[in-house]
């Protein structure tokens, strides 16, 4: 089955650790994107790459990294520097440039207690 | 970034009821997206829109891209209880910023009594 994997699906961590989520997917999508999502209101975007080996900001980059080593991989580590990291965290691809339509992950709730 | 107001903000209907819901930007979309979101779950993609005036239809749900590209609504028509969610306007403004990711609403959180 085709699609975008998630792991794990909830997460908790210490405060003052990193933490590494997992986003996989076989679709052979060039674009993958990670958007953070707290209660009760939208989808904000981290980091986003649109090819292997390069990446760009989002509107929230501070206290998180990323890495596109492969295609099908786009790793997010929330670091000790975020200030508030506890959220329900969304990966996602595309085809590629011209290509709009994003299909999600089943996220990763992150509890940082 | 782009901002998206997307009203209302939450909804309570009786099942069988029709549904709308709509999203504006100051500035101009090329490509209007409508998501659906369950609890707990990743965004599931409903209706894609790409042109201007374009009006789009996926079972019993309709939707429009406005035609000053600055706007785009979402219908539902007679609501059942598993249309309970929150449903999400997303867009790629048409100004290239070299920003090449979806902008979405806050949402609009439905709940349907059966």
């Known amino acids: 089955d085709g699609g975008i994997t998630q792991s794990p699906k909830y997460l908790f961590r210490k405060e003052g650790q990193n933490v590494t989520l997992s986003c996989e997917q076989n679709l052979n999508h060039d674009a993958m994107y990670w958007y953070r999502q707290d209660p009760g209101q939208g989808l904000r975007l981290i980091y986003y790459s649109q090819i292997v080996n390069d990446f760009q900001k989002g509107d929230i980059a501070e206290g998180y990294s990323v890495s596109r080593e492969k295609k099908e991989s786009f790793p997010l580590t929330v670091t000790s520097a975020q200030k508030n990291p506890t959220a329900f965290y969304l990966c996602?691809?595309?085809?590629?440039?011209?290509?709009?339509?994003?299909?999600f992950g089943q996220g990763t709730r992150l509890t940082v207690v | 970034g782009q901002q998206l107001n997307q009203s209302p903000q939450s909804m309570f209907i009786q099942e069988g009821e029709d549904v709308s819901m709509n999203c504006t930007s100051s500035?101009?979309?090329?490509?209007w997206l409508w998501y659906k979101q369950d609890p707990g779950e990743g965004p599931v993609l409903l209706i894609a829109l790409y042109k201007a005036g374009e009006l789009t239809s996926n079972g019993r749900l309709t939707a429009q891209f406005g035609i000053t590209r600055k706007d785009s609504f979402l219908n539902i028509s007679a609501s059942i209880p598993s249309d309970v969610g929150i449903y999400f306007c997303?867009?790629?403004?048409?100004?290239?910023?070299?920003?090449?990711?979806?902008?979405f609403g806050s949402g609009t959180r439905l709940q349907v009594q059966p």
């Open positions: 997303a867009g790629q403004p048409l100004v290239n910023t070299g920003r090449r990711a979806l902008t």
């Open positions: 500035s101009i979309f090329n490509t």
């Open positions: 996602a691809s595309s085809p590629g440039p011209g290509a709009t339509e994003a299909f």
